[in-house]
């Protein structure tokens, strides 16, 4: 492969964080309907997507790509904060646990309206889900300290990922 074409600086905002995020159990889906390097649409063997509801600017979406031995690696990560440790808060980060047993895959929106698919590409397809790297947390020391729980999935795979123009089914 080449340089195929070229990139111009656009002349729009560029917001940061991610907005919404929906995930599922990898055994979901069956594939997803490329054109031209964006996904259009995604295609289910049962269930849906469940969507992740977080504290308001502490998610992110990260992707770090390296190369070595003349191979490309990259590593997608999903960060994000669920307030308030409770029963209901537990059960969810349970369920994010076993869901790691075999992974998931997980749309992510960031701030300018993209939805970026991690835990499924063209390459790997359902091979190199995303898992829990690691979860922490915490009732906190004082009155104003944080009561809640951040969670990190990632996932490596050998190409970046791409965008999701379709309708998340839920």
């Known amino acids: 492969m080449a340089i195929s074409s ?67 690696v990259v590593n997608h990560e999903l960060e994000f904060y669920l307030t308030k440790m409770n029963t209901t808060q537990r059960d969810a980060l349970q369920d994010l646990i076993d869901s790691s047993v075999c992974g998931m895959v997980a749309i992510c929106q960031d701030a300018n309206g993209n939805k970026w698919v991690a835990g499924y590409s063209e390459e790997q397809l359902l091979a190199r889900p995303l898992k829990v790297q690691s979860m922490e947390g915490t009732t906190g020391k004082a009155f104003t300290d944080g009561n809640g729980s951040s969670v990190m999935l990632a996932s490596s795979d050998t190409e970046k990922a791409r965008v999701f123009t379709g309708t998340v089914p839920v």
Do not use: H
Request: glycine content about 4%.
């Open 6 to 72: 070229a990139f111009a600086l656009p002349c729009e905002n560029s917001t940061g964080g991610v907005v919404n995020i929906w995930l599922t159990d990898k055994s979901n889906i069956d594939n997803f309907t490329l054109v031209g390097s964006e996904y259009t649409a995604v295609t289910m063997l049962s269930s849906s997507f469940f969507k992740y509801e977080f504290e308001q600017d502490t998610s992110e979406y990260k992707e770090t790509v390296s190369r070595e031995n003349y191979s490309t």
